[in-house]
T-cell receptor
Framework: GENVEQHPSTLSVQEGDSAVIKCTYS??????FPWYKQELGKRPQLIID?????GEKKDQRIAVTLNKTAKHFSLHITETQPEDSAVYFC?????????FGAGTTVTVRA | GAGVSQSPSNKVTEKGKDVELRCDPI?????LYWYRQSLGQGLEFLIY????????KSGLPSDRFSAERTGGSVSTLTIQRTQQEDSAVYLC????????????FGPGTRLTVL
């Protein structure tokens, strides 16, 4: 089965700085890579996703890059704000069964 | 419209008791998933329902876990003879009928087994 590793487990950044979270996956057949944000006590919510036919996707301050050869993908958050503080999960799949990373706790310092 | 709902939001039970967790998916979503989130961990896939097809139960950790989906809508996850290691947040998600459509999550049920 798919195995997804996520780093770092915690990340503290100064407000306005950038944050980068990296994930690697094991199954070369995986072709869909969503990122979820989970605020404390809330449900996970999709913030961005990428499919294997593209290498990069942006949505305002967030972007995801995918390197299929190396089997890794990354989330980039620019100009971080306090509301970006949350746990972020990456995931990978080639069908419907998402395999999640263990999560990254991001803290944005004012 | 209404999102995925789950009940109860919290459940405290004694070891050995059975529990039932309920999920109401988004109307019109034919796919339904159950995940388990243990403290400080990612989400672990448990089971997948799609329309009238046989469910994918490959993620259920033991035969104490079972789930059903009635009428293609509401789903119930049942844990029999609960153990302390079953303590976790159980999340339900639903999506449209294509395999890689966005999965929308419910708020979860926090299960504590004493």
């Amino acid at each position: 089965g798919e195995n997804v590793e996520q780093h770092p487990s915690t990340l503290s950044v100064q407000e306005g700085d950038s944050a980068v979270i990296k994930c690697t996956y094991s199954d070369s057949a995986s072709n869909y890579f969503p990122w979820y944000k989970q605020e404390l006590g809330k449900r996970p919510q999709l913030i961005i996703d990428i499919r294997s036919n593209v290498g990069e996707k942006k949505d305002q301050r967030i972007a995801v890059t995918l390197n299929k050869t190396a089997k890794h993908f990354s989330l980039h958050i620019t100009e971080t704000q306090p509301e970006d503080s949350a746990v972020y999960f990456c995931a990978a799949t080639d069908d419907y069964k998402l395999s999640f990373g263990a999560g990254t706790t991001v803290t944005v310092r004012a | 419209g209404a999102g995925v709902s789950q009940s109860p939001s919290n459940k405290v039970t004694e070891k050995g008791k059975d529990v039932e967790l309920r999920c109401d998916p988004i109307s019109g979503h034919t796919a339904l998933y159950w995940y388990r989130q243990s403290l400080g961990q990612g989400l672990e896939f448990l089971i997948y329902f799609q329309g009238n097809s046989a469910p994918d139960k490959s993620g259920l950790p033991s035969d104490r876990f079972s789930a059903e989906r009635t009428g293609g809508s509401v789903s119930t996850l049942t844990i029999q003879r609960t153990q302390q290691e079953d303590s976790a947040v159980y999340l339900c998600a639903s999506s449209l009928d294509l395999p890689k459509d966005t999965q929308y999550f419910g708020p979860g049920t926090r299960l504590t087994v004493l």
